[in-house]
């Protein structure tokens, strides 16, 4: 089992439609979890950090649900701009004693006019 | 904000060279510079984490020989690609801790395509 899975896509949708992303991490002591963007063929840049209580950025909303070791990105009204990859990250714990962020493989976003 | 500077942005070699990929962190130091690849249609897999002061630490299937990392300083890792063949073609890019508690700075990323 990955440690971090996400449901590949792509995800086909409207303008002005709501998606929303799951991911699942395996590793309960998994600390800190983030959502990142990656447009084709550059490198990924954060979107928003994802905390316990649930946070917003505009259109985003990123949920964590430690119980179940999921987290969640809402996108609302989508615009044409927001097509591309998203990238779920987690700092999980390295068989060394540190930290070090795992990559989910990304869910495609495809927004079509 | 923090930012990491990557080059070359894109390579082609001939199989049986060797690359060197550079990242060099502007503005803040870096004692921790993680590496990975990504294929296309995959997520980025780490290679290997670099650390300032001593060796870097290499992820399950990763052939140090082959992959060589130094963390010469605070502000530089780089990673070559020995004997580079047309299966080591991929995207490869570098990622720092930033300056905040929170997130991770990336390069650029460098495209190679070994021939």
């Known amino acids: ?15 002005g439609a709501t998606v929303a992303f799951n991911c699942t991490y395996s590793n309960s002591a998994s600390q800190s979890f983030f959502w990142y963007r990656q447009d084709c063929r550059k490198e990924p840049k954060l979107l928003m950090s994802v905390y316990s209580s649930g946070n917003e950025d505009g259109r985003f909303t990123a949920q964590l649900n430690r119980a179940s070791q999921y987290i969640s990105l809402l996108i609302r009204d989508s615009k044409l701009s927001d097509s591309a990859t998203y990238l779920c990250v987690v700092r999980t714990p390295s068989s060394g004693g540190s930290y070090i962020p795992t990559f989910g493989r990304g869910t495609s976003l495809i927004v079509h006019p | 904000g923090a930012v990491v500077s990557q080059h070359p942005s894109r390579v082609i070699c001939k199989s049986g060279t060797s690359v060197k990929i550079e990242c060099r962190s502007l503005d803040f130091q ?12 995959q997520s980025l897999m780490l290679m290997a984490t670099s650390n300032e002061g001593s060796k870097a630490t290499y992820e399950q299937g990763v052939e140090k020989d082959k992959f060589l990392i130094n963390h010469a300083s605070l502000t530089l890792s780089t ?7 047309p299966e080591d073609s991929s995207f490869y890019i570098c990622s720092a ?3 905040s508690s ?9 495209r190679l395509t070994v021939v």
């Open chain 2, 102 to 110: 929170y997130g991770y700075t990336f390069g650029s990323g460098t």
């Open chain 2, 30 to 41: 870096a004692t921790t510079m993680f590496w990975y690849r990504q294929f296309p249609k």
């Open chain 2, 97 to 99: 801790p930033g300056t």
């Open chain 2, 79 to 85: 990673l070559t690609v020995t004997s580079a063949h």
């Open chain 1, 1 to 15: 089992r990955k440690e971090v899975e996400q449901d590949p896509g792509p995800f086909n949708v409207p303008e």
